[in-house]
């Protein structure tokens, strides 16, 4: 799924005149985006003699971002447990308006346009080899069966955007329609359905598909939605898959699976927050019990073994629970499984002290079959990694969708609680792209004690901007002009200057609802969204490097490009501090070379920091490749090159 994209809620123009807080789609997505494979082939490309064997079967329970190599041809979905609520299994595929690097697809239109594929590798369906090899017939009884979902936790897709499924036929190399879904939301689809999830079950019978290169492949239209206001732009038309199975001996009514899985992602082991400082720690953070969801997928009662273990990364600490052994329904007839101690398992241990400034510990949930066979064991199996580092963090680091307060001067607040004094040295954000440039979308950093009363005790000197990172955590950090001591409760946000979006990542699975405040006419109100925003504050010395905007310490000419590699339009730069005057800054020409040594760009140090690369003010649209940029100083006649990577 590469998730959320271009979608523009229908009364934002009244919302932006009111100031309110409003929750948009993700313009790209980070995790894709970071980490891009150039692998990207169709059933065509690949070579006959990798044809898969019967049966074909994938729950995408496995800790992978794009779908299996073993089984799928290409990149396009997007492998996630965090978009889809209460899946057949752990783990799904989700198809939206993003390709496999994570960004917008270039032909995306306000019209339904092809957006992602879901293609498998191509499979015998010429012969059986269970048991003596023989040709397939239709009466062989060969089904496909999929579970789906429209929206998700993100934008649903519209009625004129639609899932497709298609097999492919060998004789003339042609894709064939066999079913597709309308779009529409979550809330209809359940209303339609009685569920979150809908079983489709196909039967294949036309004698043209049983050849030794079969393939199938999902699709989805998109659509991207106009709007006054490009700072709101974004857009999902998600689509969920899960549990694609294909196989012959089975009949219209082989709907269930011998099959015992967990449903969600492992939980935290803190009671407030996701993750918090190893300093701020202590034992009274640990929840009393931890809530898992299993389900059994078959059609009767089943018997299994569970247990979880916790130990620290690179430490003493290992401790096991044994669950014992228990009985699970199938959730057909009596919904999830409801054992306490396989899914409400005790937390009766306490962690060691932590002595260094991080500490990591690794918890394991386990399950398996007593006496029968699972279908898939991947899916028995949770696995979740406890970080204490120097920032608390409510969200679990996925943006589902994005969080934004229209109205000049709008406030936002997010609080936090010490347990003990600190310092607070930087605070993290992680942005979602949008369709328009951040570059005068200007906010203050703020910190307060009270709203009630308002007591402010920081705001930043200098005006910000959203800062899209590429780093592997998405988060970009904002330091402080100077540390701040801090006891018991907090509030980190912000003051924004304009009226647009500052569409700051936010978490639905994750609900802190009752720590997120905004003030846009006047009064603080708590937010009514239930989802946390991603935003951290960092704590401690460690944590804080003198530094002052589009600048940083250093009496070396120099100058930081953000991102890089980059994909978008734009470059943010960041001169070092000893350059960073008016003066100083007026004095250098930027020129930008290709790798022949052709000079493409000269164009002065920009006022805001902001290098277009797509044309705007420039007139110069630099394509895929590499470049080189070098800075020139005329008033000391230094120079500096830098290498400049475009992806997009």
Not at 57 to 86: E, Q, R
Not at 97 to 123: E, H, M, R, W
Not at 352 to 372: I, L, N, Q, R
Not at 594 to 602: A, P, S
Request: proline share 5%.
């Amino acid at each position: 799924m590469k998730k959320i994209f271009l979608f523009i809620i229908a009364l934002l123009p009244a919302l932006a005149g009111t100031g309110q807080e409003v929750i948009s789609g993700l313009q790209g997505n980070p995790v894709l985006q970071n980490n891009w494979r150039s692998a990207h082939k169709t059933v065509h490309q690949k070579v006959l003699t990798s044809s898969l064997l019967l049966p074909f079967i994938d729950d995408f329970s496995y800790s992978a971002i794009y779908p299996a190599d073993s089984l799928w041809a290409d990149k396009n979905a997007f492998v996630n447990t965090g978009f889809a609520p209460n899946p057949p299994s752990v783990g799904v595929a989700t198809l939206d308006a993003v390709n496999d690097t994570g960004a917008i697809y270039p032909n995306a239109s306000v019209t339904p346009f092809i957006a992602d594929y879901l293609t498998s590798l191509p499979i015998r369906l010429d012969s059986l080899f269970d048991g003596s090899p023989a040709p397939i017939t239709a009466a062989d009884s060969v089904f496909f069966s999929f579970y789906y979902q429209p929206q998700g936790y993100g934008n649903n897709p519209n009625p004129g955007d639609s899932l497709v499924l298609e097999f492919f036929q060998a004789s003339d190399s042609s894709w064939n329609h066999v079913w597709s879904s309308p779009g529409m939301t979550l809330a209809d689809f359940r209303s339609q359905y009685g569920a979150y999830f809908r079983q489709v079950l196909i039967p294949v019978t036309d004698t043209a598909y049983f050849k030794e290169n079969f393939a199938f492949r999902f699709k989805n239209y998109a659509s991207i939605t106009t709007g006054n206001l490009s700072s709101w732009q974004s857009n999902m038309d998600q689509w969920n898959i899960d549990y694609v199975y294909l196989d012959a001996n089975r009949t219209k009514f082989d709907t269930v699976h011998a099959d015992i899985t967990y449903v969600d992602a492992a939980p935290s082991l803190l009671k407030n927050y996701y993750q918090m400082p190893a300093s701020q720690f202590n034992n009274s953070e640990l929840k009393d019990t931890m809530y898992l969801k299993m389900s059994n997928l078959n059609a009767v009662l089943n018997n299994i073994h569970c247990k979880y273990t916790i130990k620290q990364v690179g430490g003493a600490f290992n401790y096991t629970k044994d669950g014992g052994v228990g009985d699970i329904y199938p959730y057909i007839t009596s919904g999830y499984h409801t054992y306490g101690y396989h899914v409400k398992p005790a937390l009766d241990f306490t962690l060691p002290a932590m002595t260094g400034d991080s500490t990591v510990f690794e918890m394991t949930h386990y399950s398996w079959a007593t006496g029968w066979s699972d279908d898939i064991p991947a899916n028995d199996t949770l696995r979740y990694y406890q970080k204490f580092y120097n920032y608390y963090a409510y969200d679990d680091g996925t943006a589902e969708s994005g969080y934004g307060l229209a109205g000049i001067d709008s406030k936002l607040a997010y609080k936090f609680t010490l347990n003990h004094a600190d310092t607070l040295s930087a605070i993290q954000f992680y942005f979602n792209n949008t369709m328009s440039s951040p570059s005068q979308r200007y906010f203050y950093l703020m910190v307060w004690s009270s709203l009630d009363p308002e007591t402010i005790i920081y705001k930043s000197i200098k005006k910000v901007r959203p800062v899209f990172a590429d780093s592997l955590n998405k988060f970009y950090t904002f330091q402080l002009d100077s540390m701040l001591k801090l006891s018991g409760t907090f509030y980190i946000g912000w003051q924004q200057k304009t009226d647009d979006n500052l569409n700051v990542g936010y978490d639905w699975s994750r609900n802190s609802r009752d720590n997120i405040f905004f003030n846009s006419e006047g009064i603080w109100e708590q937010s009514v969204y239930e989802g946390s925003l991603m935003m951290r504050p960092v704590l401690g010395s460690a944590g804080f490097q003198k530094s002052i905007k589009h600048g940083f310490v250093s009496n070396s000419f120099d100058c930081n490009i953000m991102p890089n590699p980059v994909s978008r339009g734009w470059v943010e730069l960041a001169i070092s501090e000893k350059y960073n005057t008016d003066e100083n800054r007026n004095n250098i020409t930027i020129d930008i070379f290709d790798f022949t040594g052709r000079k493409i760009l000269t164009t002065p140090y920009p006022d805001d920091d902001i290098l277009y690369i797509n044309g705007v003010n420039n007139g110069v649209h630099l394509k895929r490749g590499v470049y080189i940029v070098r800075f020139t100083n005329y008033h000391s006649n230094e120079t500096l090159t830098k290498k400049l990577v475009i992806t997009g």
